[in-house]
Every structure is written in structure tokens, then in C-alpha cells.
């Protein structure tokens, strides 16, 4: 059950901020919000185009500073947004503030081509009336374009008509609010400079960020404007003017180029460029392809993999940033949402963007052991919590530099991609650089300690993925991936991928063996961490939910969680724990996980799942695929919850589907519910592609290109062929 478009029909509302983030259009590099065209509209909007990875650098300024502190900011940088066209008769002029009211009558985003369309009903202060049509798309070839065609009708108005497309808007043109992306644009110490174009339809000028010397150059093109309309330019854009009829539809279609970042602009073409996207997205669905029987949750799907396709950067520079490139929310910064949530999606469907987007982790390497010297650790590399550049963004340190287990969930998704595409090359060349190197930062940041009887490698005053949680000793998450980490590492110095002495080899090994994982003998059930057992429960029927606005001291204090976290490391190694384990885990921590983190649900749905509570995975899974279109978290006007669009991929695989990998093998095991009838999607595993088919009474696996497989289905082990192998349930 194919779903092809989005519709206005299945969002949660009309409110234009909303709107502009779930039809945000983008390519990886440059992501356009879905503003209104006309500047007099902008009350309460957010028209901005970001490019990722370019932003702007401030200082950071702390009341009481200590060593090794982030000390600046970085800050995505608020383009002025290329959907801008304005119209003026010869009385009134939608560049101004309710001149022209805009109605929204329709808004289609097409999957297969990337095509926005949309329709707007109009009327102005003096009662005339117009309908205006806005076909917008990215060509998805990496050359950056942005097509825009505008229909403009007249209903019942005859005369002059004037047309301003504004290029850069000046930040006292209009309101000082907050959200304007003039106001960024100040701030971010823009400077402009036009480049002289002989052609009278072309403009051209470069923006240089002051703080960090970083350039774009932007064109923008004139290609089709009405005959007998007057046309000229000058550094605020393209001016005209001319004549319209009633029922008579004029158009006008702009084409915007963007560089890369300190790049010319590239050598394009612009035509065919529907039928190029759809080349390019025909690829993209072939290989990524989900079909659940199950209309709501097939257009959540795909809707989900769409914005995760469009958010990531391509270069080997870029990554995918908290709300991707459709909202300047977290500012535009990069987590470790990419590795644990996003990346698994590429890996098993685009491994060639995976590549490139785990490049981005070796190319900030350098920065990565600086920060590590930064902590008094000199060997190794700790890669920064929020970053653009590399270096660490985040002024909280308990809830950022803390946060040590990036660098583990970095390791982990190389090994996974490892584990999934046999690159070999890929892993000699950079991913075991970042595997050792975020290694040797757990063996001299941690210790050594009698417990239990024995010496065990503990890992003192980290953060782990609850960040209602702060500073404790042996986090659960953390030292399981820690653990991981420095085994992967040894295997690396053993298997020769990277230079490494047997005393480090043996170092590591000892350490990994020895990692000190806690366990809760009172309750029976794995302990996030050594202190969390024995804090007071936080007192859940006197505080409303989604009200968690509380001095941090006083939450951490209190057993309550904000997301999964030892049990997201138990989702990761689900061959660790008994699933009776898993299910008294389950039971302790569902009830004190307030999921304020739109990364917990997809986690508490997948396990919900390998425990057969289908109802309970059926209902966590409603949430995180839909998340966004029913605007759930209630904040998606700043972007969408790019984590959880991958969440919702997981959910459905490892989740429905039981896949994982162990001991070289892939797993999958039926979990499906029973409001789901079907579900089948495609993979990519060590050369091939494998399509999963789950149904109520069966499970069928096949190979759709490449050599047969031996994997395990339903718990036995199975050749897959090019025939469909089938385990009736």
C-alpha cells in the first residue's frame, strides 16, 4: 500500500509554522521552509532557508567559568528564505503587513518527486480577489537547485499589477521578533556582496559569515515572466510591472542555486528536473521501500524516510543535524541521535550515504582528541556532545560533556556498518582510527575498583542518555557501550585494520572483559546506574505531565527518566538479558519514563515487541511514526524530530520485524500485531538485497539480488534464497 502524497488532510493543523516544517523541501545541503510567499504575511512565521553546516560562531559567556568549558556557541545561520514574491496593485501591496489576506486551499507534497504544490485564496484590503498557485522542488542531483513556478489569477480584479521578488531582506524591514530570521541574520554578522551579471534575469551575491569566514554564493534566476511585463533588477531583487485581466493566469518561475560551503557554484542544467527527481527517488524507494497494511502508518513511513532522505548531508563534511535542515531549532547541531537513530536506516538501505555520513566523524577527529586533552586525557579522543565543527557547543556540561558515551555510539554504528556491509576498506582507512582512538579515551578515563570480590573497570561521573539523570557513577548505557567500544578496538589491533601494540590489545580486552555493568539484586533488575536504586521515587500523581519545569538538582535527585536508557542498551544487545530479565527491566522502567524526549517511545516499542506485549508495541509505535503529523511533542513549528523518524524505521525492524545482527548473522523474528495485517520492507546485507515479509501466520524472507544467505528466522537457522523462504508462525 503505496502512499504518494501528503496532504493537508493528514497533518494536525493549519498553523503556518507547523506547516512550513512538514513541507520543508530539502537535499541534504540546503532546506527551504514552506513560508508563505508574500512579506506582509509574516506575522508568527518562520520563512528561512538553513544550509547545513553553515553557521555562525559566538562567545559563550558564563556567569562562573571553569577549565575546559565550550567556549563559543555555534549557531546555524537564518537565510532569507527564496519562496518570497510579492504582488501590488493600484491600491494595495502584499508587502504589507494584512493587505492581502492569504487563505491556505491546498498543499500536496509529492514523494516521488519531491514536487510541492500548492493553492492560496486571496483577498485584498479593497475586496479583490485572486488565486495563487506555488509549484516549489529541490533537484535531489546535488547541484543545490530550487525550482519555483508562481500562477497568479486574477478572479475580479482589472489593472496595473507589480511584482518584487526581494533577495535579502533587511532586518529593519519589518517586525524584530524573536523568530525572525533577520534578527539571526544580524547576529550572525552577515556581510553581502552582489557580483556583477550582464544578464538582466540573473542575479548573483555571496554571504560571508564574519565569525567564521565561511562563504555561500547564491543565484537566482528569472526564467519565465508574463509577455508585456516590464523586468529589472537591482541589489533588492527583480522588479516589474504590467497589466491583468480578470480570469487571466500569469506566470513567473525562479530558479535558486546554492553553493557548497566555500565553493563556486556548480554547472547545472535544469531541465527534465521533475523526471530527474523521480530517477533519483524511484532509487531511493526501491531500495527503502516499507509497505504496512495500514494507511496512517504507511503515510507516517513514508513520510518519515522522505524528510530523513532529504536532511542528510552527502559530502562527508555534514550530518544530520536535531531537526535536520527543516527548523534552526537545537541550532542547527549534530548529536548523537545521527548514530544511534538515523544512521541504522542508511546502513541497511543507502549505505553509500552512511558512508558519508559517518566520514563526517572522521573528519573531526582532530577536534575530538583535543577535547580529550581538554578532560586530562592524553590518549584518546572524546568526540563533542553538540557540534557543527567538532568542537563541543554545549554550555551544560552535565547534560553535555558528560554525555561521554558519544564516542561509544559512534564505535557502535561503524561496527554495525561493518557488521552489515563488510566495507573493509572503509574500516582500514577511517573507522578504525575513530574505533581505537575513542577506545583509549575509556581506559584512561576510567578505573579499576574491587567489587563484588573482584577488580572491575568502573566509569565514574557520567551522564547516560537520561539526561533527568546527571552525573552518576557506572551508568548501565555507558559502560555496556563502553564495553563494546574497547572489545571492537582489540578485535581491530588482533585482526590488523590498525597499528596497535599487544599491551594496548591486551589493555583494552582486560578492561572490556572487566566492565563493571550494575544490577539491582533487591528488585531483580538491571540498575541504570550505582545511585538511581536508592533516590526517592519522583512523586508522579502530583505532577502533571509534560511539567517537568523543575531546577535540575530537583530532578536529579529523584528516580524519574526523560527517555529509555539502560533500557535502549538492552534494545542494542538483545542477546545480553533473558527475556524474563527484559521483562522485569521493562516493568521498572516503563512507569517512571515521563518520554519528554521524543527518542524513548520507538525504544519502548521495540521491546514491547520482543517480549510479545504486541498491543503495548502497537500503541508506542502509533506515537513515534506519527509523531510529527499529529504534532504530538507539540513543538514541531521548530523542525521535525529527525531522531524519530528514524525511531520510527527502528520500531518497524528491530521492533515488528525482531532484526538484529550477532555473531555475523542477521535475525528476524515475527512480532507483528494484530492491527497490522501485513508488513514487508527491503534491505541491504553484505551485497544483497533481502525483502522481509511479515504476516499473522507467516514469515517470508527473500533475496531479491545477490547470493543466497544463511541467517536465522523465527529462531532457526535458514538458507534464503532468490525463492522465498517461509516459516509458517
Known amino acids: 500500500m503505496q502512499v504518494e502524497k501528503l496532504t493537508l488532510k493528514d497533518v494536525a493543523t493549519t498553523t503556518r509554522q507547523y506547516l512550513e516544517t512538514i513541507f520543508a523541501l530539502g537535499d541534504g545541503h540546503v532546506g527551504v521552509r514552506d513560508s508563505l510567499p508574500f512579506t506582509g504575511n509574516q506575522q508568527g512565521t518562520l520563512p528561512v532557508m538553513l544550509v547545513n553546516g553553515f553557521y555562525a560562531s559566538n562567545p559563550i559567556t558564563y556567569g562562573e567559568s571553569a577549565y575546559g568549558y565550550a567556549k563559543n556557541h555555534q549557531t546555524i545561520v537564518s537565510l532569507t528564505s527564496p519562496r518570497y514574491l510579492d504582488f501590488a496593485t493600484a491600491q494595495t501591496d502584499s508587502a504589507v503587513p494584512d493587505d492581502w489576506h492569504v487563505m491556505v486551499d491546498d498543499t500536496v507534497l509529492d514523494f516521488s518527486s519531491g514536487k510541492l504544490t500548492e493553492k492560496f485564496q486571496i483577498t485584498t484590503s479593497d475586496q479583490y480577489h485572486f488565486e495563487l498557485a506555488v509549484e516549489s522542488m529541490i533537484l535531489l542531483d546535488d547541484s543545490h537547485q530550487l525550482m519555483l513556478n508562481y500562477q497568479l489569477t486574477s478572479l475580479d480584479y482589472a489593472g496595473e499589477l507589480r511584482f518584487k521578488r526581494p533577495i535579502v531582506r533587511e532586518a529593519n524591514a519589518a517586525s524584530e521578533a ?95 528536473a521533475e523526471a530527474l527527481n523521480q530517477r533519483i527517488l524511484t532509487d531511493f524507494w526501491q531500495q527503502s521501500q516499507v509497505q504496512i497494511s495500514n494507511r496512517k502508518l504507511q503515510t507516517g513511513i513514508q513520510y518519515n524516510l522522505f524528510q530523513l532522505f532529504q536532511s542528510a548531508g552527502r559530502d562527508g563534511l555534514t550530518n544530520i543535524a536535531a531537526k535536520g535542515i527543516t527548523g534552526p531549532g537545537y541550532e542547527g547541531h549534530y548529536f548523537w541521535d545521527t548514530e544511534m537513530y538515523m544512521l541504522p536506516f542508511f546502513i541497511y538501505t543507502q549505505p553509500q550515504m552512511a558512508k558519508q555520513l559517518l566520514h563526517y566523524r572522521y573528519s573531526i577527529l582532530p577536534q575530538a582528541r583535543q577535547r580529550a586533552r581538554d578532560l586530562g586525557v592524553t590518549k584518546g579522543a572524546l568526540y563533542a556532545w553538540r557540534t557543527i565543527n567538532g568542537e563541543e557547543a554545549s554550555a551544560y556540561f552535565p547534560a553535555g560533556t558528560a554525555q561521554y558515551h558519544i564516542n561509544a555510539d559512534i564505535a557502535h554504528t561503524i561496527k554495525l556498518y561493518f557488521e552489515v556491509t563488510d566495507d573493509q576498506d572503509f574500516l582500514r582507512e577511517q573507522g578504525a582510527a575513530v574505533v581505537l582512538e575513542t577506545a583509549r579515551f575509556w581506559l584512561q578515563f576510567g578505573g579499576w575498583e574491587q567489587r563484588d570480590g573482584k577488580q572491575q573497570f568502573c566509569l565514574y561521573k557520567v551522564t547516560g542518555p537520561d539526561e533527568y539523570t546527571a552525573l552518576v557513577d557506572n551508568n548501565y548505557y555507558t559502560n555496556r557501550m563502553a564495553k563494546e567500544n574497547m572489545a571492537f578496538a582489540a578485535w581491530l589491533i588482533q585482526q590488523g585494520y590498525i597499528d596497535g601494540d599487544a599491551d594496548e590489545q591486551a589493555q583494552l580486552a582486560s578492561a572490556s572483559e572487566a566492565m563493571y555493568l550494575p544490577y539491582d539484586a533487591t528488585n531483580q533488575v538491571t540498575a541504570q546506574d550505582d545511585n538511581s536504586p536508592k533516590m526517592p521515587l519522583w512523586p508522579f500523581a502530583t505532577t502533571a505531565a509534560t511539567q517537568y519545569h523543575y531546577h535540575p538538582l530537583m530532578i536529579y535527585r529523584h528516580r524519574v527518566n526523560k527517555q529509555a536508557d539502560t533500557l535502549l542498551a538492552e534494545m542494542l544487545f538483545p542477546e545480553d538479558q533473558s527475556q524474563e530479565q527484559l521483562a522485569r527491566d521493562y516493568d521498572y522502567y516503563e512507569p517512571i519514563t515521563t518520554h519528554d524526549s521524543s527518542l524513548s517511545r520507538s525504544i519502548f516499542s521495540i521491546l514491547a515487541s520482543r517480549l510479545d506485549r504486541r498491543d503495548k508495541a502497537y500503541s508506542y509505535y502509533m506515537d513515534t511514526s506519527l509523531m510529527d503529523l499529529v504534532d504530538l511533542q507539540g513543538n514541531a513549528k521548530d523542525g521535525l524530530h529527525e531522531a524519530n523518524l528514524g525511531g520510527s524505521w527502528l520500531g518497524l525492524t528491530y521492533g515488528f520485524a525482531g532484526m538484529y545482527v550477532a555473531a555475523g548473522k542477521l535475525h528476524i523474528t515475527n512480532h507483528l500485531p494484530q492491527e497490522i495485517n501485513q508488513l514487508s520492507y527491503r534491505l541491504r546485507f553484505r551485497g544483497r538485497v533481502l525483502e522481509v515479509q511479515l504476516m499473522q501466520d507467516s514469515t517470508q524472507v527473500q533475496v531479491v539480488s545477490g547470493t543466497p544467505l544463511m541467517m536465522v528466522v523465527d529462531g532457526r537457522e535458514v538458507e534464503v534464497t532468490s525463492g522465498t523462504i517461509a516459516n509458517d508462525r
Open 178 to 272: 524573536d523568530d525572525d530570521p533577520r534578527v539571526a541574520q544580524r547576529q550572525a554578522g552577515l556581510k553581502i556582496e552582489f557580483k556583477t551579471i550582464a544578464d538582466e534575469h540573473e542575479l548573483q551575491w555571496q554571504t560571508t559569515v564574519a565569525s567564521t569566514q565561511q562563504q555561500l554564493t547564491q543565484s537566482d534566476r528569472l526564467t519565465v515572466v508574463p509577455e508585456n511585463f516590464s523586468v529589472h533588477k537591482d541589489q533588492t531583487g527583480f522588479h516589474g510591472a504590467g497589466e491583468i485581466t480578470p480570469h487571466e493566469t500569469l506566470q513567473w518561475s525562479f530558479v535558486r542555486q546554492v553553493s557548497e560551503i566555500n565553493q563556486p557554484l556548480a554547472t547545472s542544467s535544469v531541465e527534465d
